[in-house]
């Protein structure tokens, strides 16, 4: 039984992955870092993603075992895309697919393509990241793993705002952080719904409270706290965990074989959680995709 403290080496200690193939986004930091560094050593190729190939390059290069960088800056569709076709072109069936890369509490709205940052980052590149890569999991046929946030929790009012995903009629930067979470984890429920009759699982994640870069936009009390002398120690050892616990929820839900077959759920500290009620919402979910899908029209 893993729990909070359970760290990504140990979830993974009994899990051989030579010959598995795995996607990360946000390789280049964080969680993301952590994931890719214990997943290869686990024997797994990872085709590890970041918003440039040389920030890809040059994180894959720490690596001891077998990577390909790719550039993915989720915020621009075209990247996604020609991302997505430099993968499916090299005829590699894809074992797991882990949307790691995030964005969180950007302070003052930023629209783009019509949409608030942190939706279009968060949710709607990965959304067609995923979707373009459907192909090569159903060929395993494989896992996705979406990382959401307990952050889901605190989102708008209906969960997802459709009147006003530009954030134009109002923007809270945690409220905005929460939506695009929730829509992570709406968007994982929704590819399980379509894909489990094919054997493809996709499960969300919440991978803990974790001082990595993501929390350079937080204020308040956390935010002063992480920035004190010893609050890295604080963050890492009483209020939140280590950035190798913290990628442990991912790791664990990507390759555990008790897993093989769960889909559709949401997990933190290496065990199932209960979601919001918007988190087990399908008519909110099957929204979003049908948004999203409208959306990406000239991209699919
Ligand atoms: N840390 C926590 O406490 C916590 C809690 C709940 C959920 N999460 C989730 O965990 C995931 C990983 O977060 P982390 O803590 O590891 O954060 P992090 O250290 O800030 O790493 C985030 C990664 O995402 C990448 N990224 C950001 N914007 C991107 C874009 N537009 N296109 C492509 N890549 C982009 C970053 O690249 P750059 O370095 O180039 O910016 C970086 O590689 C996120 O989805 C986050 O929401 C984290």
């Given at each position: 039984?893993?729990t909070?403290r359970?760290?990504?080496?140990?979830?993974?200690?009994?899990?051989?992955?030579?010959?598995k193939?795995?996607v990360?986004?946000?390789?280049?930091?964080?969680?993301?870092?952590?994931?890719?560094?214990?997943?290869t050593?686990?024997?797994?190729?990872v085709?590890?993603?970041a918003?440039t190939?040389d920030?890809?390059?040059e994180?894959c290069?720490?690596?001891?075992?077998t990577t390909?960088?790719v550039?993915?800056?989720l915020s621009?569709?075209?990247?996604?895309?020609?991302?997505?076709e430099?993968?499916?072109?090299?005829?590699?069936?894809?074992?797991?697919?882990?949307?790691n890369?995030?964005?969180?509490?950007?302070?003052?709205?930023?629209q783009k393509?019509g949409?608030?940052?942190?939706?279009?980052t968060?949710?709607?590149?990965?959304?067609?990241?995923?979707y373009?890569l459907?192909e090569?999991?159903?060929q395993?046929?494989?896992r996705i793993?979406?990382l959401s946030s307990?952050?889901?929790?605190?989102?708008?009012?209906?969960?997802?705002n459709?009147?006003?995903?530009d954030?134009s009629q109002?923007?809270?930067r945690?409220r905005?952080?929460g939506?695009?979470?929730?829509a992570?984890?709406?968007?994982?429920?929704?590819f399980?719904?379509?894909?489990?009759d094919?054997g493809?699982?996709?499960?969300?994640?919440?991978?803990?409270?974790?001082?990595?870069?993501?929390?350079?936009?937080?204020?308040?009390?956390?935010g002063?706290?992480?920035?004190?002398?010893?609050g890295g120690?604080l963050?890492?050892?009483?209020?939140?965990?280590?950035i190798?616990q913290?990628a442990?929820?991912?790791c664990?839900v990507?390759?555990?074989?008790?897993?093989q077959?769960?889909?559709?759920?949401?997990?933190?500290?290496?065990?199932?959680k209960k979601?919001s009620?918007?988190g087990?919402?399908?008519?909110l979910?099957?929204?979003?995709?049908?948004?999203?899908?409208?959306?990406?029209?000239p991209?699919l």
């Amino acid at each position: 039984m893993f729990t909070k403290r359970s760290t990504a080496e140990q979830v993974t200690s009994d899990v051989d992955l030579t010959g598995k193939t795995i996607v990360i986004t946000g390789v280049n930091a964080g969680l993301g870092y952590e994931t890719m560094r214990v997943l290869t050593g686990r024997g797994a190729h990872v085709i590890g993603l970041a918003r440039t190939l040389d920030k890809a390059t040059e994180a894959c290069k720490q690596m001891e075992g077998t990577t390909t960088p790719v550039a993915c800056e989720l915020s621009d569709l075209d990247s996604v895309k020609r991302c997505a076709e430099s993968i499916v072109a090299k005829d590699i069936p894809i074992d797991v697919l882990i949307c790691n890369a995030g964005i969180m509490a950007l302070p003052k709205l930023i629209q783009k393509d019509g949409l608030e940052m942190q939706f279009l980052t968060n949710h709607m590149g990965h959304f067609l990241l995923v979707y373009l890569l459907q192909e090569k999991v159903i060929q395993v046929p494989g896992r996705i793993v979406m990382l959401s946030s307990s952050g889901h929790q605190l989102t708008v009012k209906g969960g997802i705002n459709f009147d006003n995903l530009d954030g134009s009629q109002g923007y809270s930067r945690f409220r905005f952080y929460g939506q695009s979470k929730l829509a992570n984890l709406l968007t994982a429920k929704a590819f399980d719904d379509r894909l489990k009759d094919v054997g493809v699982r996709a499960n969300a994640v919440h991978p803990g409270v974790i001082n990595t870069k993501l929390t350079r936009n937080l204020g308040g009390v956390l935010g002063a706290m992480v920035k004190l002398p010893f609050g890295g120690i604080l963050m890492d050892k009483v209020f939140g965990k280590s950035i190798p616990q913290g990628a442990s929820t991912q790791c664990y839900v990507a390759t555990n074989p008790n897993l093989q077959g769960v889909g559709g759920k949401y997990f933190a500290d290496n065990n199932e959680k209960k979601t919001s009620t918007y988190g087990s919402n399908k008519d909110l979910a099957d929204k979003l995709w049908n948004y999203s899908v409208k959306y990406l029209t000239p991209y699919l």
